[in-house]
């Protein structure tokens, strides 16, 4: 399996709303990351967890709060956003030696 | 800090001509190269890379260039063709987790 997989591929949420956005890689890497991505822009790194452990945040609000539960999952917890939060979010996972796979992307429109 | 320059950030070629996009870094640590193609509403997806150690590296039409000296590195297309459009990104890394992006170029192959 060489697929990053994440769900859902669309959510539209209002700024009142509590979501989590999810990921999945069985390839055995052992870094997840969680980018965001505006659109014509490159992928903007929010987070990476190495063995399970938090290891970046690049000075993310707290709105935003990330969870590794295990090896091969990654949660991305959404609370009180704003509309300017609208984005493609990508997760991605690497061995740790500076490639990343990207999964399909989660499509979030705040409203 | 560290960054990513990339160039031009959109070029157009005629179908069956060759593409070259430039890439420079700031980090004199960075020893890991790779090259992402995201085509439209898609993720970004590994297209070929290289490792400080190395001067050059092809895959059939793709081929990637790198002189440590002047932390320049460039990615050329050869033949191209239809779908090669879509936005490239270079990127830099220590092989560490954390990876830098260029701001990306747009390809577009003109019939």
């Known amino acids: 399996d060489t697929e990053v997989t994440q769900t859902p591929k669309h959510l539209v949420m209002g700024m009142t709303n509590k979501k989590s956005l999810k990921c999945e890689q069985h390839m055995g890497h052992r870094a997840m990351y969680w980018y965001k991505q505006k659109a014509k822009k490159p992928p903007e790194l929010m987070f990476v967890y190495s063995y399970e452990k938090l290891s970046i945040n690049e000075s993310v609000p707290s709105r935003f709060s990330p969870e590794c539960p295990n090896s091969s999952l990654l949660n991305l917890h959404l609370h009180a956003l704003q509309p300017e939060d609208s984005a493609l979010y990508l997760c991605?996972?690497?061995?740790?030696?500076?490639?990343?796979?990207f999964g399909q992307g989660t499509r979030l429109t705040v409203v | 800090g560290e960054n990513v320059e990339q160039h031009p950030s959109t070029l157009s070629v005629q179908e069956g001509d060759s593409a070259v996009i430039k890439c420079t870094y700031s980090?004199?640590?960075?020893?890991?190269f790779p090259w992402y193609k995201q085509e439209l509403g898609k993720r970004p997806q590994l297209i070929i890379d290289i490792r400080s150690n190395v001067g050059e590296k092809k895959d059939q039409r793709i081929a990637v260039t790198l002189n440590k000296t002047a932390k320049h590195f460039s990615l050329h297309i050869t033949e191209t063709q239809p779908e090669d459009s879509a936005v490239y990104f270079c990127a830099a890394s220590r092989g560490d987790d954390k990876i830098i992006f260029g701001k990306g170029t747009r390809l577009h192959i003109l019939p």
């Open positions: 980090d004199s640590a960075s020893n890991y």
């Open positions: 991605a996972s690497s061995q740790g030696h500076g490639e990343a796979f």
